[in-house]
């Protein structure tokens, strides 16, 4: 009876070891909403990894503008991500920021800003603040940055972040993104994080002349295309590029 | 019948119901393929049912009546308490690809589930062990029990939200128990007090429900100001909800050059994911935007037509032809409750659009539409694939498509009038799949009408979101093509192909890098596509109704590639589905070796006869394997002759285990022999082949008989169409444990769960190889698991437990 005993030990030990993780997806933007302050030896840490981040992620897979490298060496990415998560903000992947919103990819944020070709004169348009990463990247580089979230708690949350982290040329709204922010408008930029099935008239016409827009297509865990629409003497244009290069047939590799 | 076969019988009831719930509440708050890689497993608990029994053989054996009181009474409480412990715990599957901690909420999911699964399967396993005498019986009541099971789990799905329904199977749990205990009333009533209590007290409390996914659209949705629900429709093609709120908008693919407005409209989901929009017709410019995508091009070339739409759903569409002046619309539905829940909760909307004179409505899969339908179009349209993700119920169903097939666009195009068009709208993908099989699906089904024109049949354009494809049976004339490139230069959308395009026609509004689409599509189309098919990354080769998986696109050749460019977490992005599908197939292979084999190394010090093991496991696997791609195999092909996945899995899962069980019944008197494999191994191996062989190859008559039915005789004749071929599959079962108790009763409930191991993983494997193959050869697997259960039967012994024999004495041989 004893290897029979002891087997069914071992499939109680493994199941006792099954325990559910309740802390895994804590994803309170309110709690990340108040900035955590770290010891200066974790911040060096921070900014280590973020250097990595930039020359790694960034620098090598082809971004050149210096402003947006800069930007993104310098914005705390750590600050935007929820506390669980914390220890994967550099990575080198979008995480969950809750409500069903992820904070992308770094290296999407740096090719969607360089794509917008926007500098210290520009004016700027967010629709998505989501948890604010991409409105602070832009604010290191532009005059100012409107920008526009649909969820409240989550529009709430970056502001007070933005706020804490003390980027004053940001202006987040809690509204409909669909109607732009008329007030504010033409923008030399337009900045449109969530993917969507259509782009609103509205902002298109929001544009200024000579203005780009950038939106990203395709799974929020898996950006597969950027579509980048050009305003010209008043004629829109629209690119899609692939973040990635793609080679449809084998033989052509 | 006695006591323990109804007990097992309404037991069995109870866990088929539990599955079929399960299935549905996962499909709501998760995604489907979770929904069957979570099952799958906590199915296992068959398997492990056997293998406990088989350890403690005697121990369960000497207290048997007790043993069944805790195991029910267990099963019961497992199961009224597993929503509850599923809603306490946070699972984001996404995340597992990047964190491990993650997939500790999956185990604690699995054992959760696993545990009803397990006590309820202890039950019969034990029942079968202590009555072997009366094996062909008690396998009768299991077999019809869970038959009934899963027709009653879909009538449930009407009457109870998905996270009700496993209280309601906890109750007749109950019911199962006191059926035990019905003689001693007392000892019914304390035995029951505990299990009652505790699932009254989850059905009146609710302490935690699981909750829906927060990356599914409804969750996304319900975010936004103002979100209000304005109806609901329950039902076995999942949980509709009509959501309305002022910043819902929705046009896919939208032209940039369209500068009016985007109405709010009311959106439609179908288990948390999107179905549609409802345009308020009484606005009258609220659809002025459908003009404006690309799915408008078709009403462009055809004036006044009579249009068929074939998956009508939300109506959008239809609104698009009676706009643009269609004659009639014939609007074919599969989806009932849809209809109900817009006719019922958006009066003042939708009834306006299918009410219309000039609309006629027909709820009814598409396939059997056109297959019992003389009429002939102006147009046919088929709108953009939403893809409904609730399932078929308990199976797996889901992953085919009989509506973008070869002989599917073949039918489509037989029901045009000789100038009419057929126009499909699809997702524009990056990089191109969806639109690209569909090209080279419908160029297949022109193909084969013999045409030598097919260039100048098709037309194909793009905007920055959605891909429209245009096929005709006569060449497309001058003036449609200059229709056709006038619609395109208006709203900046882009010809993909057009009859005499020309290089510098490309690629010039929204523009690729490479213009991969217009590449690939003209390759499709010319003479080298089959080298072409084959080269390109993804699996775009027509589908066909053998191997109905439209969207599937994975290719295990490109897979290097597709890691190298798009990192190792980015692949599943791709192609969740089949993703799943391997990861469950890994899971359910290691877990049933755990199950199974792994217990054996433990049992040297028991007096085992050795030889008996091979041919067991032969046996029982082998018949599990068989009876499972029957059945799968069944399921997938009867959707297209009664015409609608939920009847497919009533009739096919209740249709099988009935007649099953009526022929487990009956399996001493038609197994005599006592010797050899008795002939009616042979003859279920024959059948098996012919009649699904039948199936298979002649699907296309079944269809056209099938679709002139009416649907109540349509079922009744798929009912009498499996009874024989279900009636034989049931003998081998009862047959070789009765054998087995005969040589080596202590091996009974080791076959039990072999063959319940064996089944689960047929249950997902038939998937797997008629994705990568056909279902031909999911058939001659069947065949060859069949024809082994053939050859190994004599391993099993020369005995039987044979009902002529009293049960006092097998009872003390099992002892």
Known sequence: MRPLISYWFLVLIVAVIVVPDHNSPVTDPTAASIIRSFLPQQESEFKRLRHRMVERQIRLRGIKDQSVLEAMRTVPRHQFVPPSSISEAYEDRPLPIGYGQTISQPYIVAYMTELVQVSDQSKALEIGTGSGYQAAVLAEIVDSVFTIEIIEPLGEAAEGRLKNLAYENVQVKVADGYYGWEEHAPYDAIVVTAAAEHIPPPLIDQLKDGGKMVIPVGHPFLVQTLMLVEKHDGKITSRSLLPVRFVPFRRSR | ?815
């Open chain 2, 1 to 815: 019948m006695d006591r323990p076969a109804w007990t097992i019988g309404i037991l069995s009831f109870a866990l088929l119901a539990f599955e079929i719930s399960l299935m549905r509440v996962l499909s709501y708050v998760q995604w489907y393929h979770f929904a069957y890689m979570i099952i799958s497993v906590a199915l296992l608990g068959f398997g492990a049912s056997g293998t406990l029994l088989f350890l403690f053989r005697s121990y369960f054996l000497r207290r048997y009546e007790i043993a069944i009181i805790c195991a029910v009474a267990l099963c019961t409480l497992s199961m009224a308490l597993s929503m509850t412990l599923l809603g306490i715990v946070k699972f984001d599957p996404y995340r597992v690809i990047w964190k491990f901690s993650e997939v500790w909420s999956l185990l604690y999911f699995y054992v959760v589930l696993f545990l009803p699964f397990l006590f309820g399967a202890s039950v019969i396993g034990l029942t079968f062990m202590k009555k072997p005498h009366q094996i062909g019986k008690l396998y009768f009541a299991n077999l019809v029990g869970s038959g009934m099971g899963s027709i009653g789990a879909i009538f449930l799905t009407y009457a109870a939200d998905p996270t009700t329904l496993p209280t309601i199977t906890a109750f007749i749990c109950i019911l199962a128990l006191v059926t035990f205990l019905l003689d001693r009333p007392r000892r019914a009533l304390v035995a029951s007090t505990v299990p009652l209590g505790v699932t009254l007290l989850v059905a009146l409390w609710k302490p935690a429900i699981p909750e829906m996914s927060e990356y599914k659209s409804l969750s996304k949705a319900l975010l936004l100001p103002r979100a209000t629900i304005v109806g609901k429709r329950r039902g076995p093609l999942g949980m509709l909800v009509a959501l309305d709120s002022p910043a819902l908008r929705y046009a896919p693919g939208l032209s940039l050059a369209y500068t009016g407005r985007v109405p709010s409209q009311l959106g439609v989901f179908a288990d948390g994911e999107w179905v549609g929009a409802v345009i308020d017709l009484q606005d009258t410019t609220a659809a002025e935007f459908l003009d404006h995508a690309t799915s408008a091009l078709a009403h462009r070339l055809k004036a006044e037509p009579v249009v068929l739409t074939l998956g009508a759903g939300t109506g959008s569409d239809v609104f698009l032809s009676l706009k643009s002046g269609a004659r009639s619309v014939t609007a074919v539905e599969m989806n009932g409750q849809l209809i109900e829940l817009l006719k019922a909760v958006v009066p003042d909307r939708t009834d306006l659009l299918y009410e219309r004179r000039n609309v006629l409505l027909r709820v009814e899969e598409a396939r059997t539409f056109l297959s019992g339908s003389q009429d002939r179009f102006d147009l046919i349209v088929v709108p953009i694939l939403e893809g409904f993700t609730a399932s078929s119920a308990g199976t797996q169903a889901l992953f085919e498509n009989y509506l973008f097939t070869v002989e599917s666009c073949s039918e489509m195009i037989d029901h045009l009038r000789e100038d009419g068009i057929l126009s499909i709208t699809t997702w524009m993908d990056y990089p191109p799949r969806s639109s690209l099989k569909l090209l080279a699906t419908i160029a297949e089904a022109l193909r084969e009408t013999g045409t030598d024109r097919l260039k100048q049949q098709v037309a194909m354009i793009r905007s920055w979101g959605t891909v429209t494809l245009l096929a005709k049976r006569s060449p497309f004339s001058g003036s449609e093509v200059s229709a056709i490139r006038g619609f395109c230069e208006e709203n900046f959308f882009d010809l993909v192909y057009v009859p005499g395009i020309r290089p510098s026609e490309l690629n010039r509004f929204h523009r690729l890098e490479e213009p991969i689409l217009e590449n690939a599509a003209g390759e499709v189309l010319s003479n080298r596509r089959e080298q072409s098919l084959r080269e390109y990354q993804f699996f775009v080769d027509p589908a066909r109704d053998n191997q109905p998986y439209f969207s599937h696109y994975f290719k295990w050749e490109s897979l290097p590639y597709l890691k190298e460019v798009y990192g190792t977490s980015g692949v599943p992005f791709f192609e969740w589905g089949y993703v799943i599908l391997v990861a469950t197939l890994i899971q359910l292979g290691l877990l049933s070796l755990l199950l199974i084999i792994f217990p054996l190394f433990f049992l040297q010090s028991k007096r085992l006869e050795k030889r008996r093991i091979p041919p067991t496991l032969i046996y029982f696997g082998a018949i599990g394997v068989g009876y499972m791609f029957v059945e799968v195999l069944m399921i997938q092909k009867f959707i297209l002759f009664v015409g609608h996945p939920i009847f497919s899995v009533a009739v096919v899962v209740a249709g099988m285990l009935v007649f099953s069980g009526v022929g487990s019944f009956f399996s001493h008197r038609l197994a005599r022999p006592k010797t050899g494999p008795p002939m009616i191994l042979a003859i279920v191996a024959a059948l098996v082949i012919g009649f699904t062989s039948l199936y298979l190859y002649g699907a296309s008559t079944i269809l056209e008989v099938f679709a002139k039915l009416p649907v109540e005789l349509r079922l009744t004749s798929g009912v009498v169409l499996l009874a024989p071929l279900a009636f034989v599959m049931g003998v081998p079962f009862p047959l070789g444990l009765g054998r087995l108790s005969g040589s080596d009763a202590s091996l009974v409930p080791w076959a039990w769960g072999i063959n319940g191991c064996a089944s689960v993983v047929s249950a997902t494997l038939p998937t797997f190889i008629a994705i990568n193959q056909t279902f031909v050869a999911v058939l001659v697997i069947a065949a060859v698991a069949y024809l082994l259960a053939f050859v190994s039967f004599g391993g099993l012994g020369g005995g039987m437990a044979d009902s002529s024999r009293s049960g006092k004495s097998s009872s003390n041989r099992l002892n």
